[in-house]
């Protein structure tokens, strides 16, 4: 049977892919001026979906954005929903802009949708079971800060205020996900250590 890295790897192979970090995945807002440049190798899995829809010539389906692994042999599902480009560009003026947004991303979709792919680009490779952890991961930490710093006495009137109503909103549609290990990296300069600190997590049956 087939380990975490040795998925990773078969995987990369099937859609002729290089190793990606999560900083070359991640659109951020001011990437110059982030001075904690996440490292932790990971596959750029909408490379993968293409690559997949391509061969099986269908209609191009959701799937995740980052696909990773640690050392405690677990698997890792990706999804990337930061803040701060959407608060810079759609200026929410209310509450339940934000909740509509967050209502379009369709998490478990992705989730579902990726699973898909990898069982039916590893369905030759034998039984594989094997621990998955279905991690999003947003900015709204790194974008709160520097708020504060900037402007703390006009917060409370400013789109910023709604970055908690985005990150609650990410928790609740995590909550429905019940047949996976879920987590939520609100600041997405600690990645890296979220990636490595998991040690186990449930058995997820691809083939």
């Given at each position: ?164 109503v985005y990150g609650d909103e990410i928790k609740s549609q995590l909550s429905s996900i019940s047949d996976i290990d879920v987590g939520f990296v609100e600041n997405c300069q600690g990645i890296a250590n979220e990636l490595c600190s998991w040690t186990k997590a449930r ?5």
């Amino acid at each position: 049977m087939i380990d975490a890295h040795e998925i990773y790897e078969y995987i990369k192979k099937y859609a002729s892919l290089e190793d990606n970090v999560f900083c070359d995945l991640h659109k951020c807002a001011s990437p110059d001026k982030c001075e904690h440049k996440q490292n932790h190798c990971m596959l750029n899995f909408d490379e993968v979906k293409d690559a997949y829809c391509r061969n099986k010539r269908i209609t191009p389906c959701k799937s995740a954005d980052g696909f990773s692994y640690n050392n405690n042999g677990i698997l890792f599902i990706i999804e990337i929903k930061g803040w701060e480009l959407y608060n810079k560009y759609s200026k929410p003026k209310t509450e339940q802009e934000v909740v509509d947004k967050v209502g379009e991303y369709g998490l478990s979709v992705k989730l579902s949708d990726s699973l898909m792919i990898c069982k039916d680009v590893l369905r030759k490779q034998g039984e594989i079971i094997v621990p998955i952890v279905y991690l999003v991961v947003s900015d709204i930490k790194n974008e709160g800060i520097e708020s504060i710093a900037s402007n703390l006495s006009l917060l409370a009137e400013t789109s910023s205020s709604f970055s908690h109503v985005y990150g609650d909103e990410i928790k609740s549609q995590l909550s429905s996900i019940s047949d996976i290990d879920v987590g939520f990296v609100e600041n997405c300069q600690g990645i890296a250590n979220e990636l490595c600190s998991w040690t186990k997590a449930r058995q997820i049956q691809l083939v």
